[in-house]
């Protein structure tokens, strides 16, 4: 005896559900070679690079130098999913500077504080959302 088609169909729509839960959660583009800058947002647009770029600020401390970099107006939804996984500071040589890792259920916007020992003229701020990849803005130390 035939089963009815209707038995299967619900388990199509909690496979095909499913599916679209694990792809919401790493849905950035799989082969990002650099990353997105305000003026260079691959494929999405400017209004979300106006979301993810970082906005940075400095502080002059001693001989070292206070900077924070903050991803203002981007959720930290864990219903979604949707944030910002990290915020990362380098050098214009690429050498890691500090790092601040974050989880969906952080409250936002996404801060982070680097205090670092020595001055920089010129920094990189990077940040990665779960959907929309990394985001770069490069920028000159001016006080």
């Known amino acids: 005896m035939k089963k009815p088609v ?8 909690v496979a095909a559900g499913a599916m679209l839960s694990l792809a919401a959660q790493t849905s ?11 003026t260079s947002f691959g494929p999405w647009n400017a209004g979300v690079a106006a ?6 600020t400095f502080e002059k401390m001693g001989k070292g130098l206070k900077v924070t970099v903050q991803i203002d107006n981007h959720p930290m939804d864990p219903q979604k999913p949707h944030w910002i996984m ?4 380098e050098d214009m040589k690429g050498n890691k500077l500090g790092e601040k890792t974050f989880q969906a259920t952080d409250p936002g916007p996404a801060v982070a504080v680097f205090e670092l020992p020595a001055m920089h003229t010129k920094l990189k701020a990077l940040e990665r959302c779960n959907i929309h990849g990394i985001w770069l803005n490069e920028v000159t130390v001016k006080f």
């Open 28 to 38: 950035a583009p799989a082969e990002q070679k650099e990353p997105y800058t305000a």
């Open 86 to 89: 990290w915020i990362k500071l």
């Open 6 to 13: 209707l038995f299967f169909l619900p388990l199509v729509f």
């Open 51 to 56: 979301k993810h770029v970082p906005q940075v």
